[in-house]
Each structure stands twice: as C-alpha cells, then as structure tokens.
C-alpha cells in the first residue's frame, strides 16, 4: 500500500502563503486615504463595470484585489451580512468591525482547511461620524486582520505605493482634489507610465452625505477634479 | 467554501430569496406550522373581528413633474384608535415610495423589507432595478403575503416611483394575489379610498403643478375623513396632519409639515365661509 506523502504544517503553510502573495501581487494597486469629508478609495482598474470598490452599508465600504470571482464572492457575502444584521437589529447596528471579524474568521479557516488558499486582500472601511475616528482594516488571504491608521494600500505593489503615500503625508487630512492628486500620482510612479483618468476607479465615503455615505465619482467627477 | 453562515451559498441578487431560503424566522408572516397551530377566526367579510390595528386612507396622484403619494396618520383597533400618529407613508429608495393599508405590523415589515430588498439589489448588482421592474418585486412580496390574508392579516401597498428613463410619475395599485396594475392619474386605497377618488375625480387635471396637486391630495384625504371612521383629518388641537412625499426627477422629498398645515388652514377657512 502506498502511504501518502508527508508535508509538514509549515511546508504547506508557507506554500500555500506563498502561492496566495504571487497572485495578490500580480493585480493593481487600491488605496484607501483619509481625506476632509472622510475615505477616499482609489484603484487603478481599467474595467468600468467590473469594479473593485464597493459599497457595503450606509458608512462601510468594501475594496478588493488580487482574483476578481474570489473577492466578488467575499463582496457579496458582506452585503448579505450588512443587509441581514440591519434588518435584523437597526441601520446603526451594522459595524465595519464585525463585517471584518466576520471576514478574517472566514478567510482564515479558508486558508488553514482548504486546498488553495484565496487570493485576496480586502479592505473594510467606515467613516467615522459625530467626531469619531474612520475605521480602515485591511485583511489578508490568512485571515490576518490590521487596523491601519490614514491609508492603507493592497494589491499590486502595495508597499512601494505606501511608502510613497507616507513619505508624501500631511499632518491634516487633504481635501479631496489634493488626496486624489496624491493617490494618483503613487499609482503612476509605481506604474511607471500615466495612467489616464478613465482608468481611475474612485469612490468616496462622504460624511457629510445624507442617508448612505457612499459615492462613485464618474469619470466625468474626476476629470473635473483633475482640471 | 462551506465553513460558515457566512459564506452561505446563495445565488441570487434578491434579500427577500436569501431570507426565505437561509433565514425563514426572520421572513414576514407566519410559518407554515404556526398558521396551521393559529385558530384564528377567518372571516374575511367582517373587518375588525381580528384586533389588529388597521391604517386607512393612503393616496397617489400625477403631477406635472412626477407623482405625489400621501396618507392619513390614524390607526384604530376594532372601534378603538390604536395610534395618533402612525406613519403610512415609506420612503423605499431615492425615486420611490409606498404607501400601506391593512393590519399595521405585517405593513411596517413588507414596507422595511422592500427598502432593504431594493437597496440589496442596488448594491450587489451596482445599478438600480427599472421603475417597472421593483414594482413587480413588490408584486411578489403581496402575494408571498396570501396565506397572511386567510388569517385576516391584509397588506395592501400603493406604490409610486419616479421612471428614469420614461421620465414620468407613475403609480401602481395591487391585489391580495399579486396582481399589480398601473394607474394612469391617481388612485387612493383603503378604507376611506372611495371617498378620496370620488374627490380626485372631481378635482383632478392632467398636468397639474406641485401645488395643486398637493391640494387635491390633501382635500381628498380631508374628505375620506369627514366620510370614514377609520381616517384621520386633520387634528389642529395636537397638531398632526397627513403626511406627503414628492417623487420627481430630483428623488423623492417629504412636504415639509408647515406647508401640509398651511394647505389645511386655507381649506378649514374656505369651509366655515361657506
């Protein structure tokens, strides 16, 4: 009888971590920045109806990178969850907080059970209202949870465009023509080419909004931010 | 992946689908079993033989730029009056409303559960469903409604919405069984209906402006309560009166409550005149 081949935990862990990080870091870069009115979402995508912003409830919303079918499939999750938790109990009652506990427990028993780990990492942010913080959490393929302070990046070469972010930082939250200028030319530089508006996916989550914070800008919103 | 409720698999843009299916506790109505258990007296040609507080008149009507929907603000139980002050009159999404008669509870819920299934949609799919198209959704929901109505537990909507892309008012009445029809100008439900269309009928010109429109809507409801025991008029010593909404092009807005009291007191002077 043939005995099955032995792997060890850590081989297969770092294999699968490993396998995971190659396909995150072949897709663009999403940057989420703290600006006046609150989170500016910024993503070179060059699809103008597969996006990968999202709005989730009144003051959350959802970013993705790395493979589309997967982190559409988290998307969709967390609206159901959103939906279901302020049906159930009240608008105020759904939080950027759980929505990512729920999503770190998933992603992370994912990893740890299944054969190919996802090859994702998302970001869950709420903008804060009444004089409270924003709230930017970014989770990875293993269900590892950070709670990030003003920006945060994923997908892509998301370090170098950090760096660039934080190396470029002011100690007051920029308006939005200035966050915006800020997150494209990070894309640019790490892209090393132009990137044309239309390839520029943005949403905001906007306090001052009434009912539901979130909002797309078109390409027209921005090009008119631009001139 | 099958590891938690989380990832419950469900295919589908529809919150009312994936309530039904993964959480059928929190769906509207009864349960099969608890219906069967339910020794209700069913007796649909007696209203008020249940005790459950029923709403009354609700309206719509077309205007110039699009469509106002508007309610009275009493709710009775048998020949008590169970709230003053009950709203009956939803906003759902950005260019729809409705407006509900029948036992309050089961309204209240239909009306929240199609704000969130509209909203769902919006979200999941990243673009709105047609005019045409959330007023079938609520067509689907009144008659998942049905088995309700045998325990006399009626939802009626009177649904109105802003069509984007036909660029009009338009406004949609229902059956207990679903069946949805369009009206052309106006329509008004309820148990003081026929009292505020026989108003509007009198009172009603294609093309009317904002104003006008709003007047006829408020002097039918005002009529509907002078006829009908289940209608509130308006009610100057606690100050409560109707409430209204305006669906047009710029999204749905609420009549501010002084402009609904103004139009009052010019119609309570016009009576005592004459």
Known sequence: MPLPYYVSPEQMMQDKA??????IAKGRSIIALEYVDGILLAADNPSSSLHKVSEVYDRIAFAGAGKYSE????????????????????????SARTLSNAYSQSLGTAFSTDVKPLEVEILVVQVGMNGQANEIFRISFDGSIVDEKSLAVIGGRSEAVQQYLREHATPQPPSLKDGLRRCLAALEQVATQKIPSENLEVAVLDRNRLGRKFRRLSSADISQLFA | ??????????????????????????KPGLNEIAIQRAALPVDLGRPGTIPVPHGTTVLALKYRDGAIIAGDRRATEGFQIAD???EKVFRIDDYSAMAIAGAAGPCIEMAKLFQTELEHYEKLEGVQLSCEGK??????????NLPMVFQGLVV??????????????????????????EES??????????DARNTMREHYRSGLQEEEALRVGLLALYNAADEDVGT????????????????????????PEDRVRALFETMIAERRRS
């Open chain 1, 18 to 23: 490993e396998y995971a990080k190659k396909g």
């Open chain 1, 71 to 94: 982190f559409e499939h988290l998307r969709k999750a967390g609206i159901r969850h959103a939906d279901l938790t302020g049906y159930m109990y009240s608008r105020e009652d759904v």
């Open chain 2, 1 to 26: 992946m099958k590891h938690s409720s989380f990832f419950s698999h469900h295919e589908g843009s529809s919150f009312f689908d994936f309530l039904t299916q993964h959480h059928p506790e929190l």
């Open chain 2, 84 to 86: 003053r002050r009950i």
């Open chain 2, 135 to 144: 007023a079938n959704k609520l067509g689907q929901m009144v008659k998942a």
């Open chain 2, 156 to 181: 009626m909507p009177l649904y109105v919405g802003y069509d984007l892309k036909r660029k009009e008012g338009r406004i949609f009445k229902y059956d207990i069984t679903g069946g949805r029809y």
């Open chain 2, 185 to 194: 100008d106006h329509h008004s439900i309820g148990s003081g209906g026929k």
């Open chain 2, 232 to 255: 509130g008029g308006p009610d100057l010593v606690r100050g409560i009166y109707p409430t209204a909404k305006i669906v047009s092009s710029a999204g749905i807005t609420d009549v």
